[in-house]
Every structure is written in C-alpha cells, then in structure tokens.
C-alpha cells in the first residue's frame, strides 16, 4: 500500500452566473483592475489516498468526487491524484 | 395520518413545523431521527425541515442527503408516500435526486429574509388540492441559496408535466423581475416530482399557520396533505 495525494478542483459549469466571482470581479475593478473580467470561483479540495498503486488511486478519488464532491447538475470537476512523495 | 419530521444536526425548523403541525393544526406528529434506520407504518407525510443540516458544508443538502434515513425516505418515496422538504429541506430533495435541478446562491448574495406572495400553479397535487385557483399565498422565506436552477431540457418537462407548483409574485399574483427575491428560473419557489407525491419549497408555510405570528396562509399546505387521507 502506497499514499497518494489527491486534488480535486470543482467549478460551476459554464454558462451559470457564478454570482460571487462577479462581486469579486466587480470590487477588483473599483481598485483599478480594469484588466481583470470572467472572475469564477470555485472549490479546491485535497486528500489522501491509500491504496496499493495510481490507477487505485486514481480509481477511489474518481468514485468519491462522482458521489459526493461534486453535483453534476450544476458543476464540473477535475482530478489530479500523484504520489505522496 | 401522522406526519414525521426529520431531525438532521443542524435543522432548526423541525420544532417550528412540530409546533404548527400538533399545535396550531391538530395533526399526529413526531419527530424521526436522522439515525433511524425504519419510519414507522403509520407516518403517511415526512417533513424535511429548514435549517443548515450539516453546516452546508460542501454544498446546501449535499451531506445529509447521505444520513441513514435518507435511504428510507427514498424508498418511501418510490411507494408513492407524501414528502415535503422546506427550505434546507428541498436543498436536500434535490441532492438526494428526489427532485430536479439544484439551489444557488441567490443573485444578490444577501440571505433573503421577508414574506414573499406565491402564486399556485397546481392546484390538483396532494399539497395544493384545498388551496382556491386564483388565492395568492403569503409566507415568509428566509435562505441563502435559493436560486432555483435546472437545465433547459428539464425546465420543458417541469412545465409539460405542471410540476412547477409555487410562483413568487406580488399581491396581484403577476409574476415579474421585481417579485423575484433570489434569481430563480422562472421565478420558481416550489416544485413537486413527476409523480407530485414529493414537494419542495424554499418558502416557509410551518411559520404562517398561526395568526399571532403574521399569517395563516401556510396552514392551507398541511390542510391539503391532510385532506389526501381522508
């Protein structure tokens, strides 16, 4: 059995107002960041994982963003599980 | 007919719809632990009450959705049983796919919390049967994400099958922009499932069934549940 180290970053799907990174894009814009537009904010989650090699891994950080991390009604998801080094 | 009122860690509702239901209104009432594992045979309408079960932690329902009874009350479901899920409880009915479609933060960011005026779109559902076609309904809402949301396909099939049942609105009963208090699709405050045995509503009814406290209004809810079984 190895540690693995997973990341899983969740996003409101394209095409839904994500009310709150507007605000922050708006506050940054009253300081002058008139660079800045498209602001989204999301979630950004991490955890170990036992298991005997990658793919395992990989496997049980998929099962567990499918079932409870992530609602596939109004998200996205991306996975990146490596070795704890 | 008994109704069953499930209490998460973190709901605080559940004693408010006890209160309206056993004191205001009549009605056999208990509450059911989040724990259980059976919901008794006589229990013919569970409450899924407002609140913050599990903090909202991760997303608005998304944990207790997951609690031990859950498994019971989606089987309960499928028999055709009644549901009503209030505020964190149609957070909940969604996530546990009861119901479709998600709540949002609403468009304002603010925690929205006043009467609202609903408009009754059906009126043939066991939770709508004694409410008269053109009453306009007042109850209170008090959330965070209640920015109803589902995709354009689903929307179709919310409309074909008239499952979409409470419209906010203003004392007129016109829906517009204006009366809308959170960003929801088409101004939507509640909905029922295919079937319409399960309910969801972000609006408040188990806190208008007393007049001392503002309104009666949402007494006519729990009156039509009632009326189903007899």
Not at chain 1, 35 to 60: C, H, P
Not at chain 2, 16 to 43: C, M, R, V
Request: charged share 20%; aromatic share 10%.
């Amino acid at each position: 059995m190895a540690n693995y180290i997973a990341t899983v970053k969740v996003m409101l799907k394209k095409g839904i107002l994500d009310v709150q990174g507007k605000t922050v894009e708006n506050s940054l814009k009253t300081l002058g960041f008139n660079q800045i537009s498209q602001m989204r904010i999301g979630k950004y989650i991490t955890f170990s994982v036992e298991a005997e090699n990658l793919d395992e891994a990989k496997q049980i950080a998929l099962e567990a963003t499918e079932k409870l991390l992530y609602n596939p009604n109004i998200e996205t998801y991306e996975i990146d599980v490596a070795e704890l080094s | 007919m008994k109704f069953g009122i499930v209490v998460f860690p973190g709901s605080n509702c559940d004693h408010d719809a006890y209160y309206s239901l056993k004191h205001n209104l009549g009605f056999e009432t208990q509450f059911l632990w989040h724990k259980d594992t059976t919901i008794p045979s006589d229990i013919k309408c569970i409450v899924l009450p407002g609140g913050f079960s599990y903090g909202d932690y991760l997303r608005t329902g998304a944990i207790a959705r997951f609690s031990p009874i859950m498994k019971e009350v989606v089987h309960f479901a499928s028999k055709g049983g009644l549901i009503i899920g209030i505020c964190n409880g149609f957070q909940i009915l969604t996530e546990s796919g009861l119901l479709p479609g998600a709540l949002l933060k609403n468009t304002s960011l603010r925690f929205v919390c006043r009467d609202v005026y609903l408009k009754t779109l059906n009126t043939n559902t066991p939770f709508t049967s004694l409410i008269e076609k053109d009453r306009i309904l007042k109850i209170p809402i008090a959330h965070f994400e209640g920015n109803y949301f589902v995709d354009s396909d689903t929307l179709k099939e919310l409309e074909d099958n008239e499952q979409i049942i409470f419209q906010y609105c203003n004392p007129n009963g016109e829906v517009t922009e204006e009366t809308n208090p959170n960003g929801s699709l088409k101004n939507i405050a509640g909905i029922t499932n295919k079937n319409k045995n399960v309910l969801g509503m972000m609006p408040h009814p188990e806190r208008y069934c007393d007049s001392i406290l503002g309104g009666t209004d949402g007494s006519l809810i729990f009156k039509s549940i009632a009326n189903f079984f007899f």
